[in-house]
């Protein structure tokens, strides 16, 4: 009687269930999307930013933030809101229109140095979401509530806001980043061919940005200040 010979077969492992895109995001809100998001960009640039990348991050398919957010366009906006949050001031019942002007425009600054790789977006960033526009609202309403009329209201907020978001590129974007140049001028050619260039260079250092945006947001704020008075 022969044996039959016995075959060795492998059972082949259950396929691993795929999680979808909903088991992946459990635990996923729009605050966490939005603040995970500004800390990538924070960290690696605003140019390498996709929400692939996002996903890698917070540990899902990137289709799982998509369950908070329609769209990438819509992801931005969180974050130009969150933007918004960190340049709000509480105002102070006792400042006059000047100081609440000054305390804003500190706290635009703020906002801008604390996430420069993302404020080049944010610069050219209509404000037209609920935040933003409340966001406008209440500069306008600093300048009507101090007597300038509509026209004036309008014309002082987009001045400011030319001076913030000018001062705010130079420094994150700008000058700070050094020469655009691929054969920028030498400091030895400057200092022979441009003397009052070489003069002032020094007060072009990062260490003197304050001070200059001070100087110049007083100059701005006078200025607002004598027109009203005439």
Avoid at 11 to 24: L, T
Avoid at 57 to 81: N, T
Avoid at 103 to 122: D, N, Q
Avoid at 139 to 161: P, T, V
């Amino acid at each position: 009687m022969t044996r039959k010979a016995r075959v060795n077969r492998k059972v082949s492992p259950a396929p691993r269930k795929r999680r979808s895109a909903g088991e992946a995001g459990k635990g996923l809100s729009r605050e966490r999307i939005a603040a995970a998001a500004m800390a990538l960009i924070d960290r690696d640039g605003l140019g390498v930013f996709s929400t692939r990348r996002l996903g890698e991050e917070l540990g899902c398919e990137a289709m799982s933030i998509y369950h908070h957010f329609p769209s990438k366009a819509h992801l931005m906006d969180a974050l130009v809101d969150l933007m918004l949050a960190e340049a709000q001031v509480a105002m102070e019942p006792q400042w006059d229109w000047r100081e609440r002007l000054r305390r804003a425009a500190h706290g635009f600054r703020a906002m801008a140095l604390k996430h420069p790789a993302f404020f080049p977006f944010f610069a050219v960033h209509r404000l037209n979401t609920p935040a933003g526009v409340a966001y406008i609202d209440g500069i306008i309403g600093i300048l009507r509530e101090a007597g300038f009329s509509d026209r004036a209201a309008a014309m002082y907020f987009r001045e400011l806001g030319y001076y913030l978001t000018g001062a705010a590129l130079d420094e994150t974007a700008g000058y700070a980043k050094g020469p655009s140049s691929p054969e920028p001028v030498s400091n030895e050619a400057i200092a022979v061919s441009f003397k009052h260039l070489a003069a002032a260079a020094p007060f072009f250092q990062p260490a003197h940005f304050q001070a200059t945006f001070e100087t110049g947001l007083e100059i701005l704020l006078g200025g607002i200040e004598r027109s009203r008075a005439s």
